[in-house]
């Protein structure tokens, strides 16, 4: 009997223990909580970044690099990083994603039979009332597939919108018209939010009559072409904020030859991207604009299958990628632990070029398969070499001297009608056809935010929720 006592006691207690003081302040709980806590999953093909400090900021001097940006100690919290570049074999998931998606939404417009399964809008007028915004926003069906090698005339007609009406003469195969395949995606405008005129009044819960905003916005004119432009209006709700931009997401194929002019550039590299060969290569031919147009898709994909909302995929800041080549070493040259770009067996390191006329010796001529070579201390591949690679801040010589020392990120979201200069993004890591002083972690270039490359690639970053 004092045995069941004790028992009773004792689990009485442990009851007592779990119930929350009544009328006490307990904060709000969810079922993941409830359920243990919630745990991140770790991101596919991504990297975890620990938390850190590092010197930011060129090793050395160097006749190609102004003096004016000074080292400076930092600290970088932690994230998640894509362990290689975008691929193309990547890349072309986002091209197909955006092919379909486009496909059934004409296929919606035409009025399709069938349309029904694709979304779940069964009002005939209330389709033919959406706008091209309004219908880019309609949820899909994704488990209805786009039937590529149907023989249904009215079907056929609208997929035959993503193709060249004439073969081309020499394969006699018809041609994918890259020009076709567009992606809009919105962003807020927080550059605007933080200007002293628009702040917002708690007390009265509204913005200023003065309070105003730039901001960029796109559409499809009369003749189906593009248009993006920067516009002013009054700011009176969080939603004026939001900025938008149209952009055709497939790379430029023929950058090869344009860039490298007085040269035979061999034919198969204008095939790059489209030859199942290249599949495990590094993306290039990407703008800026593009980068962020995949990042954006790629937290949508992931968030229209997941339960929990996760944090965004983007571009890093300049000072996430620098600490991340460096491996957890402050003071590290390259990405590799040494100051040189050969090991103890006189092998090169990274695919870049290590004599003036010869790009071979480091086993590539151009680009390279990635992770062809081995990975710095964070199991990062590629930081050095291979391609360049874009990042998320803006371009200014001394930008080291103004920005904070904890997560520091010069940026600016260049608007439509702005200079050039205010389009200049911050370029690392150097490439297949750069020297050895572009490798170094510290080292920075630049290039124009809608320009693209066949030196220059990028990776994703996603900031990691927890300590």
Not at 10 to 18: M, Q, R
Request: proline content about 4%; charged content about 25%.
């Amino acid at each position: 009997m004092k045995k069941n006592l004790l028992f009773i006691f004792i689990i009485s207690l442990v009851i007592s223990s779990c119930n929350k003081p009544a009328g006490e302040l307990v904060g709000t709980s969810t079922k993941a909580l409830k359920a243990g806590g919630f745990n991140e999953n770790n991101p596919y093909g991504m990297v975890f970044i620990k938390r850190g400090s590092f010197m930011m900021g060129a090793n050395d001097q160097s006749s190609i690099s102004s003096g004016n940006d000074k080292p400076v100690n930092v600290t970088v919290d932690a994230f998640w990083m894509d362990e290689t570049e975008i691929t193309n074999d990547e890349y072309k998931q986002f091209i197909y994603w955006v092919r379909d998606s486009i496909a059934l939404r004409r296929m919606i417009l035409e009025n399709v039979t069938g349309y029904e399964k694709i979304i779940n809008i069964k009002d005939k007028a209330e389709i033919a009332d959406l706008s091209p915004e309004e219908l880019e926003k309609v949820q899909l069906n994704w488990k209805t597939k786009v039937p590529w090698n149907t023989k249904d005339t009215t079907i056929k007609r609208i997929l035959d919108y993503f193709y060249y009406d004439y073969a081309n003469q020499l394969t006699k195969k018809v041609q994918f018209n890259p020009s076709k395949i567009t992606y809009r995606y919105e962003w807020i405008n927080y550059d605007q939010a933080s200007l002293p005129q628009n702040k917002f009044n708690v007390n009265t819960g509204t913005y200023s009559a003065n309070a105003k905003v730039r901001v960029d916005t796109s559409y499809f004119d009369t003749n189906g072409m593009i248009v993006n432009r920067t516009i002013e209006k009054r700011l009176q709700s969080r939603k004026d904020l939001i900025s938008s931009r149209i952009v055709n997401i497939y790379p430029d194929t023929m950058l090869w030859l344009r860039d490298f002019q007085y040269t035979y550039n061999d034919p198969k590299m204008q095939m790059y991207f489209s030859d199942p060969g290249f599949s495990d290569y590094p993306v290039v031919g990407v703008t800026w604009e593009q980068a962020q147009a995949f990042c954006y898709w790629r937290t949508h994909l992931l968030n229209s299958v997941s339960k929990v909302k996760t944090q965004e995929y983007r571009l890093p800041t300049e000072a996430e990628w620098e600490y991340a080549a460096r491996g957890g070493k402050s003071l590290n040259l390259y990405p590799w632990n040494g100051t040189y770009v050969r090991d103890a067996k006189g092998c090169y390191l990274a695919n870049f070029k290590p004599i003036r006329g010869n790009y071979n010796d480091d086993t590539g001529a151009t680009t390279m398969k990635v992770s062809s070579f081995v990975p710095n201390d964070f199991g990062l591949y590629d930081m050095a070499g291979n391609v360049a690679e874009w990042t998320s801040s803006a371009y200014l010589n001394s930008s080291n001297l103004l920005v904070l020392d904890m997560n520091p990120n010069y940026q600016y979201n260049a608007k439509k009608d702005d200079s050039d200069v205010l389009k200049r993004k911050v370029v690392k890591g150097g490439s297949w056809k750069d020297i050895a002083h572009f490798l170094q972690c510290g080292v920075r270039t630049y290039e124009y935010q809608y320009e693209s490359r066949p030196y220059i690639g990028f990776r994703c970053v996603r900031s990691f929720n927890g300590e």
